[in-house]
């Protein structure tokens, strides 16, 4: 089946520096990712739709410039916290359908492992 | 913007009962689909089962069912013969036609109990 890869699992930094978060699809391609975050014991909120080739779109309240997203490739999309501070603390989950048209909408959505980011 | 509402915060089952969560969402449009997703203490995210709204038929996966009703835009999930491993939070979530991202609901976490 269609796997997406998240890479680190998990990772500690210091405040003021930034992060770089990877989501690749292994065995197959993607023209759109999603990125999640989601707080303890709470919802998956969406910050923003990779889209491959050209700029991501945000969800309201996300700081664009804060979270960076690069889809370079159809098998990677990249999250980058800069500036990280210890309220963006948080589990950071990707997802990607398998497919670049249309029908792959069709098919269910696969998620990440997801990246547990503490702030210290 | 669609939302999806999860009441059910905290449920808890006896192995080998059965036990429903509940869902309810608000959308103006007249296809899109619907999920179940599983997320136990690993947190990867599983989906259990899913819907398509244009399908009058429940669907089914194994032990997990649903009772779609679509005018009173209400999606739960009943799990049969609850196992231990069926503990973890269970979100509802919605798409539209257009397979846009997921809109997840609030999730409830179920504890099944020996």
């Known amino acids: 089946g269609a796997v997406v890869s998240q890479h680190p699992s998990w990772v500690i930094c210091k405040s003021g520096t930034s992060v770089k978060i990877e989501c690749r699809s292994l065995?197959?391609?993607?023209?759109?990712m999603f990125w999640y975050r989601q707080f303890p014991k709470q919802s998956l909120m969406l910050m923003a739709t990779s889209n491959e080739g050209s700029k991501a779109t945000y969800e309201q309240g996300v700081e664009k410039d804060k979270f960076l997203i690069n889809h370079a490739s159809l098998t990677l999309s990249t999250l980058t916290v800069t500036s990280a501070h210890p309220e963006d603390s948080s589990f950071y989950i990707c997802s990607a359908y398998p497919g670049t048209d249309d029908s792959s909408y069709n098919s269910p959505l696969h998620f990440g492992n997801g990246t547990r980011l503490t702030v210290t | 913007a669609q939302t999806v509402t999860q009441s059910q915060p905290e449920m808890s089952v006896q192995e080998a009962e059965t036990v429903t969560l509940s869902c309810t969402y608000d959308t103006s449009e007249n296809n899109y689909y619907l999920f179940w997703y599983k997320q136990p203490p690993s947190r990867q995210m599983i989906l259990v089962i899913r819907?398509?709204?244009?399908?009058?038929q429940n669907a089914t996966e194994n032990r997990f069912s649903v009772n779609f009703q679509k005018a009173a835009k209400s999606f739960s999930l009943k799990i049969s013969d609850s196992q231990l491993g069926d503990t973890a939070m269970y979100f509802c979530a919605f798409m539209n036609w257009a397979g846009y991202a997921l809109n997840f609901g609030k999730g409830t976490s179920l504890l099944v109990t020996p």
């Open positions: 819907q398509e709204a244009y399908k009058q």
């Open positions: 065995d197959f391609q993607a023209t759109t």
